[in-house]
């Protein structure tokens, strides 16, 4: 993903609307991408803030429930290439096929994270991976 990419992530307003922004921009940045949810951490769980794409009914994940629960508990992000073979996999819609979970770190910590659903199988490359990683840093202050 190139950085132009992620012009859509400078600047955002503070709030809940920032968030909102940011999690659309992250979602049109790749034809793959059916749902972005961002999540906060508040103590030992992850709190949906904002989402672009299908809804969820997982609005609060233990760290260390679920892919995103794993994400926070390892320190490192996640991508399941096949979410069916994934026994942490907590199921947001049956058309999903993988799933990649970026952190966002402010000031050496985990504030939250990029939660990317795609109804393609095998959607995360390593390149993609890092350029995720670009976005949640320029998304971290929001958190």
């Known amino acids: 993903m190139s950085d132009s990419a992620w012009g859509p992530l400078r600047d955002l307003p503070r709030g809940i609307a920032g968030l909102e922004r940011a999690a659309r921009a992250i979602r049109q940045a790749s034809s793959r991408h059916t749902s972005v949810y961002l999540y906060g ?7 949906l803030r904002a989402f672009s794409g299908r ?14 629960g794993r994400a926070v508990a390892l320190g490192a992000a996640q991508v399941v290439a096949d979410v069916a073979g994934d026994p942490d996999y907590i199921s947001c819609s049956l058309e999903t096929r993988s799933e990649c979970v970026v952190l966002v770190r402010r ?6 994270q990029i939660d990317i659903d795609s109804d393609v199988p095998g959607a995360f490359t390593a390149e ?11 998304i971290a202050p929001l958190f």
Do not use: K
């Open 128 to 138: 993609e991976v890092m350029g995720l990683e670009e976005a949640a840093e320029l």
């Open 41 to 47: 951490l508040e103590g030992d769980i992850l709190v």
């Open 107 to 112: 000031e050496g910590g985990v504030v939250g």
């Open 55 to 68: 809804p969820t009914e997982h609005t609060r994940i233990r760290v260390g429930e679920g892919v995103c």
